[in-house]
Protein backbone atom coordinates (compact mmCIF):
# COMPACT_ATOMS: atom_id res chain seq x y z
CA UNK A 1 0.00 0.00 0.00
CA UNK A 2 1.24 3.35 -0.49
CA UNK A 3 2.46 5.33 2.28
CA UNK A 4 3.25 9.19 2.66
CA UNK A 5 4.87 11.11 -0.32
CA UNK A 6 6.29 14.07 -0.67
CA UNK A 7 7.60 15.77 -3.79
CA UNK A 8 9.65 16.97 -4.81
CA UNK A 9 12.39 15.20 -2.97
CA UNK A 10 14.61 17.82 -3.42
CA UNK A 11 14.53 21.57 -4.69
CA UNK A 12 17.26 24.28 -4.70
CA UNK A 13 16.23 27.63 -5.34
CA UNK A 14 17.99 31.22 -4.85
CA UNK A 15 17.12 33.20 -1.91
CA UNK A 16 14.52 35.91 -1.69
CA UNK A 17 12.15 32.95 -4.14
CA UNK A 18 8.59 31.41 -2.80
CA UNK A 19 8.67 27.45 -2.73
CA UNK A 20 5.59 24.67 -2.09
CA UNK A 21 6.46 21.73 -0.71
CA UNK A 22 3.75 18.84 -1.33
CA UNK A 23 2.57 15.97 0.95
CA UNK A 24 0.18 13.04 0.14
CA UNK A 25 -0.63 11.42 3.64
CA UNK A 26 -1.55 8.02 3.56
CA UNK A 27 -5.60 7.52 2.28
CA UNK A 28 -7.79 7.54 5.18
CA UNK A 29 -5.52 9.29 7.75
CA UNK A 30 -7.32 12.36 8.90
CA UNK A 31 -4.05 13.75 11.05
CA UNK A 32 -1.04 15.83 9.24
CA UNK A 33 1.78 17.04 10.79
CA UNK A 34 4.81 19.10 9.10
CA UNK A 35 8.29 18.88 10.43
CA UNK A 36 11.48 20.76 9.99
CA UNK A 37 15.00 18.79 10.27
CA UNK A 38 17.72 20.98 10.33
CA UNK A 39 21.34 19.45 9.99
CA UNK A 40 22.47 18.16 14.16
CA UNK A 41 19.21 19.00 15.18
CA UNK A 42 16.23 17.39 16.43
CA UNK A 43 12.70 17.49 14.42
CA UNK A 44 11.26 21.16 15.00
CA UNK A 45 7.09 20.99 15.08
CA UNK A 46 5.69 23.36 12.39
CA UNK A 47 2.33 22.36 12.41
CA UNK A 48 -0.92 19.72 12.52
CA UNK A 49 -4.02 19.60 10.78
CA UNK A 50 -6.82 17.71 12.41
CA UNK A 51 -10.01 16.71 10.04
CA UNK A 52 -11.66 19.79 9.38
CA UNK A 53 -10.93 21.56 12.32
CA UNK A 54 -8.59 25.00 12.84
CA UNK A 55 -5.21 23.80 12.01
CA UNK A 56 -1.99 24.30 15.13
CA UNK A 57 0.11 26.41 13.80
CA UNK A 58 1.94 27.35 16.69
CA UNK A 59 5.10 25.51 15.24
CA UNK A 60 5.66 28.14 12.30
CA UNK A 61 9.10 30.09 13.00
CA UNK A 62 7.56 33.26 10.74
CA UNK A 63 4.59 35.04 9.30
CA UNK A 64 6.81 33.68 5.97
CA UNK A 65 5.59 29.83 6.39
CA UNK A 66 2.30 28.91 5.31
CA UNK A 67 0.48 25.29 5.01
CA UNK A 68 -2.86 24.20 3.62
CA UNK A 69 -4.90 21.00 3.06
CA UNK A 70 -7.40 21.03 1.10
CA UNK A 71 -10.38 18.53 0.59
CA UNK A 72 -8.75 16.83 4.27
CA UNK A 73 -6.37 15.39 2.12
CA UNK A 74 -2.71 16.57 0.44
CA UNK A 75 -1.04 19.59 2.47
CA UNK A 76 0.96 22.02 0.98
CA UNK A 77 3.39 24.22 3.03
CA UNK A 78 4.67 27.69 1.54
CA UNK A 79 7.70 29.76 2.36
CA UNK A 80 8.01 33.04 1.21
CA UNK A 81 10.90 34.99 0.49
CA UNK A 82 13.13 32.19 1.37
CA UNK A 83 16.22 32.35 3.65
CA UNK A 84 19.23 30.81 3.70
CA UNK A 85 18.45 29.43 7.55
CA UNK A 86 15.13 27.86 5.67
CA UNK A 87 17.64 25.01 4.42
CA UNK A 88 16.80 22.04 6.09
CA UNK A 89 14.78 18.67 5.19
CA UNK A 90 10.34 18.90 5.92
CA UNK A 91 8.93 16.16 7.10
CA UNK A 92 5.47 15.56 6.79
CA UNK A 93 3.77 12.75 8.69
CA UNK A 94 0.06 11.30 8.66
CA UNK A 95 -1.94 8.99 11.01
CA UNK A 96 -5.18 7.54 11.28
CA UNK A 97 -6.62 10.24 14.14
CA UNK A 98 -5.93 12.33 16.28
CA UNK A 99 -6.43 10.02 18.94
CA UNK A 100 -3.37 9.11 20.57
CA UNK A 101 -3.17 5.81 20.27
CA UNK A 102 -2.11 6.06 16.42
CA UNK A 103 1.09 5.97 15.35
CA UNK A 104 2.62 8.23 13.00
CA UNK A 105 3.68 7.51 9.99
CA UNK A 106 6.33 9.57 8.14
CA UNK A 107 7.06 10.56 4.17
CA UNK A 108 10.82 10.79 3.10
CA UNK A 109 11.62 14.47 3.34
CA UNK A 110 11.96 17.38 0.57
CA UNK A 111 15.70 18.36 1.15
CA UNK A 112 15.53 22.11 0.47
CA UNK A 113 18.72 24.05 -0.08
CA UNK A 114 18.51 27.70 0.07
CA UNK A 115 21.10 29.64 -2.80
CA UNK B 1 7.32 22.15 28.93
CA UNK B 2 8.32 18.19 27.64
CA UNK B 3 12.29 17.58 27.08
CA UNK B 4 12.81 14.43 25.30
CA UNK B 5 16.87 13.35 25.89
CA UNK B 6 18.68 10.68 24.01
CA UNK B 7 21.90 8.81 25.30
CA UNK B 8 24.15 7.94 24.01
CA UNK B 9 24.12 10.24 21.27
CA UNK B 10 26.44 7.39 19.23
CA UNK B 11 27.04 4.32 19.89
CA UNK B 12 28.99 1.58 17.41
CA UNK B 13 29.40 -1.80 18.19
CA UNK B 14 30.20 -5.06 16.43
CA UNK B 15 27.70 -7.26 15.00
CA UNK B 16 25.92 -9.88 17.24
CA UNK B 17 25.65 -7.75 20.68
CA UNK B 18 22.66 -6.45 22.19
CA UNK B 19 21.65 -3.30 22.51
CA UNK B 20 19.93 -0.63 24.70
CA UNK B 21 19.54 2.75 23.87
CA UNK B 22 17.60 5.18 26.26
CA UNK B 23 15.27 7.88 26.22
CA UNK B 24 14.18 9.98 29.50
CA UNK B 25 11.90 12.50 29.49
CA UNK B 26 11.06 15.56 31.66
CA UNK B 27 7.05 15.25 32.08
CA UNK B 28 5.41 11.86 33.28
CA UNK B 29 1.91 12.70 32.11
CA UNK B 30 2.32 11.07 28.75
CA UNK B 31 -0.18 9.55 26.43
CA UNK B 32 2.64 7.33 24.38
CA UNK B 33 5.90 7.22 23.53
CA UNK B 34 7.07 5.80 20.09
CA UNK B 35 10.00 4.77 18.36
CA UNK B 36 11.47 4.81 15.37
CA UNK B 37 14.63 4.48 12.77
CA UNK B 38 15.87 7.13 10.17
CA UNK B 39 18.11 5.99 7.35
CA UNK B 40 20.31 8.04 5.82
CA UNK B 41 17.92 10.34 3.17
CA UNK B 42 15.14 8.90 4.57
CA UNK B 43 12.29 9.84 6.73
CA UNK B 44 11.32 8.05 10.16
CA UNK B 45 10.13 4.29 10.16
CA UNK B 46 7.86 3.60 13.14
CA UNK B 47 9.07 0.38 14.93
CA UNK B 48 7.24 0.61 18.43
CA UNK B 49 4.11 2.38 19.89
CA UNK B 50 3.83 2.60 23.53
CA UNK B 51 0.69 3.89 25.43
CA UNK B 52 1.04 5.20 28.33
CA UNK B 53 -1.34 2.04 29.97
CA UNK B 54 1.69 -0.42 28.83
CA UNK B 55 4.49 -1.41 30.02
CA UNK B 56 6.59 -2.75 27.02
CA UNK B 57 5.94 -3.70 23.47
CA UNK B 58 8.10 -6.31 21.63
CA UNK B 59 8.58 -6.75 17.82
CA UNK B 60 10.90 -9.05 16.43
CA UNK B 61 14.36 -8.34 17.93
CA UNK B 62 13.30 -5.36 19.30
CA UNK B 63 11.56 -5.04 22.67
CA UNK B 64 10.89 -1.46 24.15
CA UNK B 65 10.09 -0.95 27.88
CA UNK B 66 7.93 2.55 29.74
CA UNK B 67 8.18 3.78 32.68
CA UNK B 68 6.62 6.62 33.11
CA UNK B 69 7.32 7.35 37.01
CA UNK B 70 10.69 7.60 36.15
CA UNK B 71 10.78 9.23 32.70
CA UNK B 72 12.08 6.60 31.13
CA UNK B 73 12.31 4.34 27.90
CA UNK B 74 14.43 2.05 26.84
CA UNK B 75 14.88 0.31 23.24
CA UNK B 76 16.96 -3.06 23.20
CA UNK B 77 18.10 -4.74 20.40
CA UNK B 78 19.15 -8.69 20.14
CA UNK B 79 21.75 -9.78 18.08
CA UNK B 80 22.11 -6.28 16.09
CA UNK B 81 23.01 -6.74 12.48
CA UNK B 82 24.50 -4.37 10.08
CA UNK B 83 21.41 -4.04 8.45
CA UNK B 84 20.38 -2.58 12.31
CA UNK B 85 22.62 0.98 11.36
CA UNK B 86 20.54 3.61 11.74
CA UNK B 87 19.81 6.85 13.76
CA UNK B 88 16.79 5.85 16.49
CA UNK B 89 14.35 8.56 17.51
CA UNK B 90 12.13 8.47 20.59
CA UNK B 91 9.09 10.77 20.43
CA UNK B 92 6.78 11.16 23.63
CA UNK B 93 3.09 12.69 23.30
CA UNK B 94 1.64 13.69 26.27
CA UNK B 95 0.44 17.40 28.61
CA UNK B 96 -2.93 17.72 26.94
CA UNK B 97 -1.37 18.08 23.10
CA UNK B 98 -1.21 15.66 20.08
CA UNK B 99 2.01 16.88 19.58
CA UNK B 100 4.76 14.88 20.29
CA UNK B 101 8.38 15.77 21.27
CA UNK B 102 11.28 14.16 19.77
CA UNK B 103 14.82 13.30 20.87
CA UNK B 104 17.58 13.94 18.74
CA UNK B 105 18.24 10.67 18.29
CA UNK B 106 20.89 8.13 18.64
CA UNK B 107 23.38 7.34 15.68
CA UNK B 108 24.16 3.31 15.73
CA UNK B 109 26.55 1.38 13.80
CA UNK B 110 26.90 -2.03 13.90
CA UNK B 111 29.99 -3.96 11.90
CA UNK B 112 30.25 -6.50 10.52
Known amino acids: GAGVSQSPSNKVTEKGKDVELRCDPI?????LYWYRQSLGQGLEFLIY????????KSGLPSDRFSAERTGGSVSTLTIQRTQQEDSAVYLC?????????????FGDGTRLSIL | KQEVTQIPAALSVPEGENLVLNCSFT??????LQWFRQDPGKGLTSLLL?????REQTSGRLNASLDKSSGRSTLYIAASQPGDSATYLC???????????FGRGTSLIVHP
Open chain 1, 27 to 31: SGHTA
Open chain 1, 49 to 56: FQGNSAPD
Open chain 1, 93 to 105: ASSLDATNNQPQH
Open chain 2, 50 to 54: IQSSQ
Open chain 2, 27 to 32: DSAIYN
Open chain 2, 91 to 101: AVRGGGSYIPT
